[in-house]
């Protein structure tokens, strides 16, 4: 069996991990200091990337034929344009572009990566489980001998909805707690060092 998918997975791990923190110090940089105002200009540097990892790099890998079986072709064996693959393949990508933005936005609304990034990475897995299922249900279906399988699955997009609110009630306890202490601090009296008075 092979264990290439694995390697795979993990660069996409490392890398939507990533993700998040670099954009924000990316717009906070663009913006001198002020990542709501360096969002959208970040957002085409994101653009630009996008470009090159999804554009050139397929572009030069299926031209030299290093993409295994593939060809720079998009047409069926009939020499119809694959226009539904297409369709669904850019739809895809809008989404992908599209959740690039909603994060951009979020960051220059305010929002810290501390709490975007993990929220939108507990709750996209559960919007992705539910579609897969209902689009491509699983062949075994659900029968009495999978139940065990099945309830594992579900416990584990629990697990994730539970950790997305947690990461919410998280960031409300810290906030309070950071604006008590502040309160406290501004209204505790100053401390007037001994010898600092007026002779």
Known sequence: MKREWWMFVIGAVVSWGVYVPVLHEGQATMGDGKPGDGAVRAFLCVGVAYFITAVVIPLIALWFGLAGNETLDFTDTNGSLKSRALTFATLGGVAGAAGALCIIFSIKAGGMPLYVAPLVF???PIVNAIVSILWHPPKEGFHAETMPGWMMFGAGILLAAIGAGLVLYSKGSIE????????????????TPPGSGNA
């Not at 309160?183 to 100053?190: E, I, R, S, Y």
Request: avoid cysteine; hydrophobic fraction near 45%; proline fraction near 5%.
């Open 122 to 124: 507990a709750g996209a």
């Open 176 to 191: 309070q707690t950071a604006k008590k202490l502040a309160q406290q601090q501004k209204a505790a009296p100053a401390i």
